[in-house]
């Protein structure tokens, strides 16, 4: 009889359990159902097709500067001389965008400005600059005329800052 009495106390807190968790469930549904989600907010970028374009020339006006300020325009010459490393002989006046004392550094400066267009040249100085003897100069460009040397000078200065003219005769 105890038995009996054991197995059916149980039974009874059994199924009182199953119907604590059956009222909790429904519970935790409704509140799910009538709570509002909160969905992050996404930035899509759609990104259009590139369209080529048809290419036209336009006319650019050079001003050149006046012979006056040409006269004025600084320039250097290297102390000991120079050899030509690569490149051209460099005319009467050369427009100098980089010094190394690497030659390497100065043949990477030569092979950019070389695939821009320009016909640079990389000379050898003789020169002792901060306890470094031979230097490597980069001529971007060089020229007889000294008002085309000062006109490429002022253009490369926007991209090489202290672009300077050497004085070669």
Request: glycine share 6%; proline share 4%.
């Amino acid at each position: 009889m105890s038995a009996a009495l054991v197995m059916t106390s149980c039974k009874s807190q059994e199924s009182a359990y199953r119907a604590a968790y059956e009222k909790a469930k429904a519970q935790e549904a409704t509140q799910v159902a009538t709570t509002p989600v909160n969905v992050p907010q996404t930035t899509t970028t759609v990104t259009a097709p590139v369209q080529e374009a048809p290419v036209t020339t336009a006319t650019e006006t050079v001003t050149v500067q006046t012979p006056a300020n040409v006269a004025d325009a600084e320039v250097r010459t290297i102390k000991g001389g120079y050899s030509v490393v690569d490149g051209t002989a460099v005319k009467t006046y050369g427009v100098v965008v980089g010094s190394f004392s690497l030659q390497a550094n100065a043949q990477n400066l030569y092979n950019t400005l070389k695939s821009q267009g320009y016909q640079p040249t990389v000379v050898k100085t003789n020169e002792t600059i901060s306890g470094i003897t031979g230097w490597y100069r980069v001529v971007a460009a060089s020229y007889d005329d000294k008002a085309q040397a000062v006109q490429t000078r002022d253009q490369l200065r926007s991209t090489y800052n202290g672009a300077w003219l050497l004085y070669s005769k």
